[in-house]
């Protein structure tokens, strides 16, 4: 179950994929700190905005009051997921971080994304 208590109940911090999106921007952010600066800032940078995102936007739509509005901002949340995937590739096709590196912070981004559609999918389908 996403929440300790169920889909509407609890606070953000009730929610493992929170606990998830931010230990993703932690390790985005370490890695970006770790690489060469001045060839690769703009790079990091978007990644390391797509990876922030994320919980940002789970936290947010905790707060919504509506399921249609907490359902927007965690779909926002998943394409910010995928976004930081694919500047992760993008970061390993340019040779900027180790294979191992991006292994493990693209296996963070999979466990996030598997964990958002969960939620996701909890919620019942959107409305029309």
Avoid: K
Wanted: glycine residues 8%; aromatic residues 6%; positive net charge.
């Amino acid at each position: 179950m996403p929440y300790r208590g169920g889909v509407t109940s609890g606070t953000v911090r009730d929610l493992r994929v929170w606990d998830a999106a931010r230990l993703l921007a932690v390790e985005v952010q370490r890695a970006a700190t770790g690489a060469r600066a001045r060839e690769t800032a703009d790079l990091w940078a978007q990644t390391r905005r797509a990876a922030e995102s994320v919980g940002a936007n789970i936290a947010e739509g905790c707060g919504r009051s509506t399921t249609p509005d907490r359902r927007r901002f965690f779909v926002i949340a998943l394409g910010s997921v995928r976004e930081t995937q694919h500047h992760l590739r993008l970061c390993r096709d340019y040779e900027l971080i180790p294979e191992p590196q991006f292994l493990r912070l693209v296996g963070l981004a999979g466990v996030t994304r598997r964990m958002l559609e969960s939620l996701i999918a909890t919620m019942g389908p959107p409305e029309r």
